[in-house]
C-alpha cells in the first residue's frame, strides 16, 4: 500500500472515501521485520515503545504484565544458543519427516499424541520454523539487539493473554510509528522449559511468559508484504429474524 504522508486524513474525524489517517496507516504499514542492525534503538525510544504497552487497555484495567527488557549482547548470544539447543532437540523427538521407515512411525506415532495436547505449539507453521531453525537457516530471535520480553499475571481479570496482545500490538505500532523494526517471537517459549532462565528473568507465579518482541533498526534486507485472507463478515442489521449479510472484508 503505498501512502503519502500528504495524502492521509486528520485524525478524529471521518468523512466518506476519505484517505487513511496516520493512525490507519501505520496499522496498515506494519510488516514483521527479521534483519536488524547491530546497533540498539535508544534507551528513549525504548522507554516510549514500553509507554504505549503500559497504556493499553486490559480487563478490568489490571494490567496484568510486566514488561522485561534485554539488550545485553551477552545474555541475547546465550538465548540465541540455548533456544537454538531446545529447538534441535525438540526436533530430534518430534520431526517425522526424517528418518527411515521405523523411525517415522514411531515418531509419527508418539507426535500425534503429543500434537493433541499441543495444537497450537506444534501446528505446521512453528514446526516449519522450527525446522528451518534446526538447520541453521534462520535464527529465533533474528539478531535483534533488544528483546521485550512480555510476562503475564496469571491473576489478571478475564482472559490475561488477550490483554498481553493489546498490550504488544500498542507496542510494535509505537515502534512502527518511529521508524522502528519490530518482531514477534513467540518461539522464546522454549527457554522456558530451562529454569536457568525462568530465574534469570525471575518469572515466577503468578506471573508465566507470554510472548516476546525483538525491536531494532530495519536493516535494508526486510520481508515483502504477507497477504491477509479475505474475511467473511457477518453484518446485523434487519430485526431479529433477519438473517445476517454476509460481506467480503478485504477486497
Ligand atoms: C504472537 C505472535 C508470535 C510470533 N512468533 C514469531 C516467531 O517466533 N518467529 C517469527 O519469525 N515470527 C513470529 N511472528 C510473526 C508472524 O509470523 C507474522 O506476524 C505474520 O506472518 C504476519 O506477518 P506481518 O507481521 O509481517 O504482517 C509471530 C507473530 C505473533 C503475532
Request: one cysteine or more; proline letters at 7%.
Amino acid at each position: 500500500m503505498n501512502i503519502k504522508i500528504e495524502d492521509t486524513s486528520p485524525i478524529g474525524k471521518y468523512e466518506e472515501s476519505m484517505p487513511w489517517n496516520q493512525i490507519e496507516k501505520i496499522i496498515l504499514e506494519r510488516r514483521s521485520i527479521r534483519a536488524f542492525k547491530k546497533e540498539p534503538l535508544p534507551n528513549s525510544m525504548l522507554r516510549r515503545i514500553l509507554e504505549a504497552g503500559r497504556f493499553a487497555p486490559s480487563a478490568g484495567n489490571s494490567q496484568p504484565w510486566k514488561f522485561i527488557v534485554v539488550k545485553s549482547p551477552e545474555i541475547l548470544a546465550e538465548m540465541e544458543k540455548d533456544a537454538v539447543k531446545m529447538i534441535k532437540l525438540f526436533m530430534f523427538f518430534m520431526d517425522y519427516t526424517k528418518g527411515n521407515i521405523l523411525r517415522r512411525l514411531y515418531i509419527l506415532t508418539y507426535a500425534k499424541w503429543v500434537i493433541r495436547f499441543m495444537k497450537n505449539e506444534l501446528h505446521p507453521v512453528p514446526m516449519g520454523l522450527m525446522s528451518q531453525i534446526a538447520h541453521g537457516r534462520t535464527l529465533v530471535f533474528h539478531g535483534a539487539p533488544t528483546l521485550i520480553l512480555l510476562a503475564e499475571d496469571r491473576r489478571g481479570v478475564g482472559n490475561p493473554p488477550t490483554d498481553i496482545g493489546i498490550c504488544g500490538q500498542n507496542m510494535v505500532l509505537a515502534a512502527h510509528s518511529m521508524g522502528a523494526a519490530s518482531c514477534w517471537i513467540g518461539l522464546i517459549k522454549v527457554l522456558m522449559y530451562l529454569p536457568k532462565w525462568r530465574k534469570r528473568f525471575g518469572i515466577k507465579f503468578p506471573y508465566q511468559l507470554n510472548n516476546c518482541i525483538a525491536l531494532g533498526w530495519p536493516s535494508p534486507q526486510a520481508d515483502a508484504t504477507v497477504p491477509r485472507e479475505v474475511q467473511l463478515v457477518q453484518w446485523y442489521e434487519g430485526g431479529m429474524k433477519d438473517a445476517p449479510r454476509i460481506e467480503r472484508q478485504g477486497e
